[in-house]
């Protein structure tokens, strides 16, 4: 039982990140708190870009990952414990890969923003 509890806190504990991040979101590129990869932490403005996108995109998987828990909750010890890694697994990868490509987007390797309005 106590393994299935700490699967069901998944979902609700990734969508706690997200809104914990979105309404308190970090100050300043920082490697304790926020959404820290090489490329969010360029500059001031990459970074309040990428901790903005991920944290709605994290409130989307939270939300995702506690729906199928709801949905998987009678299922088996075993498969419950399997469809949870599975959907936090690709939560947290859609969410990551997402904020990366749209960094990737609108910012250019130097963390400059690109003119999308270029011909």
């Known amino acids: 039982m106590s393994k299935i509890l700490v699967f069901m806190l998944f979902g609700p504990f990734i969508l706690a990140l997200g809104l914990i991040t979105k309404f308190f979101p970090p100050k300043k590129p920082n490697n304790l708190y926020g959404y820290r990869t090489t490329r969010s932490m360029k500059n001031q403005d990459v970074w309040e870009f990428a901790n903005d996108f991920s944290s709605k995109s994290f409130i989307a998987s939270g939300l995702g990952m506690t729906l199928v828990t709801l949905i998987c909750w009678n299922q088996s010890e075993e498969n419950f414990v399997l469809i ?5 697994l690709v ?3 859609l969410s990551i ?3 990366e490509r749209q960094i990737k987007k609108y910012f250019d390797s130097e963390g400059n923003r690109k003119n999308l309005n270029q011909n």
């Open 84 to 88: 949870n890694l599975v959907s936090l």
């Open 97 to 99: 890969y997402m904020t």
């Open 91 to 93: 939560g947290l990868g």
